[in-house]
């Protein structure tokens, strides 16, 4: 499949004309990355944005030790690094990293710059885009505050089903999502296996069924109400 049709299986591009795909996707090519490998470190020159046809990549923020922190898992479909674009100078702020074999599109910002000033239709999917993943980050941030770390998996699994079905696989290794969800391997596990012993979910090697969604939300909902109640007592007792 060539580049323009790939690209259009994201909505991003559908507002575009035949005319305005061709301005946009000028000089956009393949990339291969291997597993482990790199496509872009912390602080390189932000030039590009990528889209993911097939393979897992994670964006990961890099401390100066040498920990890394994964801020988001990146899957086939999907875009990523579309809003260095509008910052003149920019250097990516995370490293992209290939979970496994991966094959990408790349796109120059500047060429889909231009394009973007002649169609408002594409501007409103791009802010689209971006507001949606505002508005997970931030939800994330919120769900990350939270003491008990059981409502994160919850909270992670009722997302799936939310986007997948009540019968999805965990493509992501467990060390990757344990660190998506501030956790630890073994506790992640822990809890996978707690969840399974109340019947609120099924496991069978890496295929999860969610078995009592409504339960599944109450343990997310109490954790919130918890944490809320903790929150208005400090500032009663500041």
Known sequence: MDILNSLQEHFLF????????????????WVSVARNQYLFSQGDDASYFYFLKEGQV??????????????????????????????????????????RG?????????????????????????????SVRLYDFVHEIYALTLSDAACRVAGYLLAQNSKRGAVFELDVPKVALASRLSVKPETFSRIIKQLSSNDLIAVNNKQITILDEPNLRTLTESCTRQEACQQHSLSLNA
């Open 14 to 29: 559908r507002a575009f004309t035949p005319q305005q795909m061709q301005q946009a996707c000028k000089d956009a090519r």
């Open 58 to 99: 994670k964006l990961v923020l890099l401390s100066p030790g040498g920990d890394e922190k994964i801020l988001e898992i990146i899957n086939p479909g999907e875009i990523f690094g579309e809003a260095m674009m509008f910052i003149q100078d920019c250097h990516y702020p995370v490293a992209a990293q290939a979970m």
């Open 102 to 130: 991966c094959r990408l599109i790349q796109i120059d910002n500047a060429n889909f710059l231009r394009v973007l000033h002649q169609s408002n239709e594409a501007c409103i999917s791009l802010l689209q885009d971006m």
